[in-house]
């Protein structure tokens, strides 16, 4: 199953905090630092890997992943539930937005440019 | 539209990458990185503003959040699309692991408890 | 005593990592990811604390604040060295070129100009 | 110059804050944020090189470098400041806890046991 019904999701990570009380701490600031938070811990799992092992995590680096990817989309649904923000709609607008600053012929192999991206 | 087609997303990145030669940069490592270093610039909108504040972003900041939230999800999607993790799997797993972590009976209004989470 | 003597701890970093074989991680990208991991545990402290609880951290809190500070000091210590940056000096730079881009007259009591600083 | 007067920069950084009417905004919980926003903009200066290019950064890199090497400082030196923490004592009994937890001869060249560590 690869259709994420984020709705669905957003609903019950929704419920999960109003059963518990929990609403009053997730402020939009609370989570974004709780989701970067969860970021630096999957980092924290490749950061003296060289890039071989980077490739191939084992076992145990694998159900770790698991586990942090898991929180990181979580608290991601989080904040946009909160804040009102439709995830999807802001994907599809920034591949686009993407798609025009990064033109195949410009950007092509060209590890400088890419390097610079985002500075 | 809530139902966000995780493989299709993951495809279109995937192409992207492919027609620019950049699948050589997009090592877990790397990707990993590129994702916490998104995950900060969403903190950096909300770093000095107080609770009302971030409760309410203006116009100009919900663009820049807008654009912070797609570039964390289009990360953590093309980093699990690289190691062949299954986001959606791993997130009800996740849900199913705190509903028994957090019983509603200890969880609620609990903020000590809340607050020593994951330390 | 206050007056902290950079180069001895930086030679005392260099040669733990000598004598464990470790320089081998200790990448200028390496330590980065470190260094930033560590700036999140720190983070996760106060992640879910409010202004008046981030103020007043219990000593259990403080242990653990004493604890990232120390790993952030000696990352950020043992990149620069590995990159020969003169840290005390790229601080008096930024101490000058910060006076200069904020101004007491336009600056103070500025909330708005603080919330856009960085961005 | 490597002698750094912690105490002096502390001061310099109050000094600066109280002119511009700033201390309002540096609780422990902001000021954490914004460390760890000014090290996810160190990691940005890495995250897409190799090896390689990590060990030998142009100059160009290396004047960012230097910019965020010291606003990582200089928060981190204010946020001591704030909570009253003494970092070079937390930096001295750190060294000594890491010297008893990775002794030479376990620790020497285990990437395995490295990688491991703070997990």
New interface residues.
Partial sequence: ???????E?QN?LKK?AI????E??H????L??????E?????????????E???S?DQRQ?E????E??????Y?LR??SV?G?D?????E???ER??AK?P?DL?????QK??Q???
Avoid at 39 to 46: D, M
Wanted: proline share 2%; hydrophobic share 50%.
């Fill in positions: 199953m690869k259709i994420m019904n984020i709705s999701i019950q999960f059963e518990r009380d929990w009053q701490f402020t939009p600031k609370n974004a630092m709780a989701l970067s938070v970021a630096s811990e999957l980092v924290e799992i490749f950061q003296w890997l060289n890039v092992e980077s490739n995590p694998i770790k992943v698991n586990n990817v898991a929180d990181i989309a979580m991601l904040f946009c804040l923000i995830l999807e709609k802001a994907i607008s920034k591949l993407n798609a990064y195949v950007s092509k192999g060209n590890a890419y390097n991206r985002g500075e």
